[in-house]
């Protein structure tokens, strides 16, 4: 009994820690830890689907969480958790859906409530710059009242605009983090 009520108070403790961290973007952390991959392999894994990405090795797995939006009509980038066996490194990948039609340099553009607004831009990069792009809309995602568009080629479209897309995204990244202990 005394365990189950220590158990309940650090549940209750570490629910919603992740809002308050910051997480640098332009410092990416690729190498996990035994800790982490046993985190993610035993408690986060099962939330995850197992995505075939045809640029991908055998020594890799491409993770995808099982909450991802499908829907064609929105512009979604979905996130994948690429794991490396050989060298236990992990990446975050942009999988951006059909509405992108081959587009890889974009712009977000946050605004809130204040008027308040500012841009993150990515071009088509290395694991660095996709971890940068997501890292940065993951840093304005924990707060609140935040509107997003997203640019590409000559279209201006709405962005994240429901809270699955945003707690999908949002979620990837966590686990993501702490598989590589950022967390």
């Known amino acids: 009994m005394k365990h189950l009520a220590l158990f309940i108070l650090f549940t209750l403790i570490s629910c919603g820690q992740h809002k308050e961290i910051y997480i640098d973007p332009n410092k990416p952390k ?9 985190f993610f392999k035993n408690v986060r894994a ?8 045809p640029q991908a090795t055998d020594d890799m797995i491409v993770y995808q969480i099982g909450k991802a939006v499908h829907d064609t009509t929105k512009a979604i980038i979905q996130l994948h ?14 999988s951006p859906n059909q509405t992108f039609d081959g587009y890889m340099h974009y712009k ?9 607004w500012n841009e993150i831009r990515y071009q088509q990069g290395s694991m660095n710059e996709q971890f940068k792009f997501a890292t940065e ?7 609140d009242n935040f509107k997003y568009e997203i640019s ?3 279209k201006t479209l709405p962005f994240l605009t429901t809270e699955e ?6 979620i990837t990244l966590v686990d993501y983090y702490r598989l590589v202990a950022l967390f």
């Open 152 to 154: 590409f080629g000559d």
């Open 81 to 94: 958790i690429v794991f490396h066996e050989t060298t236990q490194n992990a990446y975050i990948m942009l």
């Open 137 to 143: 809309i993951y840093n304005t995602l924990k707060k």
């Open 165 to 170: 897309e945003r707690e999908a995204f949002r």
């Open 46 to 53: 099962p939330y995850y689907d197992l995505i075939k990405v």
């Open 108 to 116: 977000v553009k946050w605004t809130d409530d204040t008027g308040l």
């Open 30 to 38: 690729f190498e996990t830890l035994d800790q982490g991959r046993m």
